[in-house]
C-alpha cells in the first residue's frame, strides 16, 4: 500500500463536481477523486480543523466506531471497477481488525478527523494515479472565506471554491486540465 496525503479540493470546470485531489507520500502522483458536494463540505471542515455544534455524519460514524470499543486503524482505497473507487476503513480493537467497505470521500473525511493514515493499493495508484505534472509546483490547500478548501500554486491569489461565482484560477484550471475532467474515474 502506498501512503497517501490530501493535496486539496477543488472543482471540475465543466460538471461543477467537487474533486478531492490525493497525492502520494512521495510526491509522485496525484490521485483525482470526484465527489460528492457533502463530503467535500466535511472534508474541508476537518482539513480547517473546524468544530461544527452538531457531529456531522462523519463525526456520527467515529463516535459510533468510538462507541463499539473499536479504533480507526487507516483507510484504504482497494480497488478500482468501471471507474468507481473502493475503499476501506480498517476498524482496530486490541489485536482484532475488521475491515469496512466504503466510498473513498467518506473513509478520507473520517481519517482527517483522528489523523488515522491513508493508502491507495499499487493497482488503484497504477490505474488511476496520474504522474504529478512536470512545471507545476506542488499544491498547497488554503482555506477561502466559506470554508472551503482551493488548491492553489505557491504566491497565487486564492481561487476555485473561494470565487463566489465559482471561476477557477489559472492555477487550479492547469492542473484539473492536466487530471482530465472527462475521466471515466469518478465518485
Known amino acids: 500500500m502506498i501512503e497517501l496525503t490530501v493535496a486539496g ?15 502520494t507520500k512521495s510526491g509522485l502522483f496525484i490521485l483525482p477523486v470526484w465527489i460528492g458536494p457533502g463530503e467535500a463540505v466535511s472534508i474541508s471542515l476537518a482539513l480547517q480543523k473546524l468544530e461544527v455544534p452538531r457531529p456531522l455524519t462523519h463525526d456520527l460514524l467515529l463516535s459510533t466506531i468510538k462507541a463499539l470499543d473499536y479504533s480507526l486503524k487507516s483507510v484504504q482505497i482497494v480497488r478500482v471497477e468501471d471507474g468507481v473507487f473502493f475503499a476501506q476503513l480498517e476498524l482496530a480493537q486490541g489485536s482484532k481488525t475488521v475491515l469496512v467497505d466504503c466510498r473513498p470521500s467518506d473513509a478520507v473525511a473520517a481519517a482527517l478527523r483522528v489523523g ?10 497504477d490505474e488511476a494515479g496520474i504522474e504529478y505534472p512536470a512545471g507545476i509546483q506542488h499544491t498547497v490547500p488554503v482555506s477561502g472565506g466559506d ?12 481561487s476555485g471554491l473561494t ?3 465559482d471561476e477557477l484560477g489559472s492555477a487550479d484550471s ?8 472527462e475521466s471515466k474515474y469518478k465518485m
Open 163 to 165: 470565487n463566489s461565482d
Open 116 to 125: 488515522a493514515p491513508m493508502y491507495a493499493s499499487r493497482e488503484v495508484i
Open 9 to 23: 479540493l477543488s472543482v471540475d470546470p465543466v460538471s461543477k463536481s467537487p474533486i478531492l485531489v490525493l497525492r
Open 147 to 158: 470554508g472551503a478548501i482551493a488548491m492553489m500554486l505557491p504566491d497565487d491569489e486564492p
Open 174 to 181: 492547469d492542473l484539473l486540465v492536466y487530471m482530465d475532467p
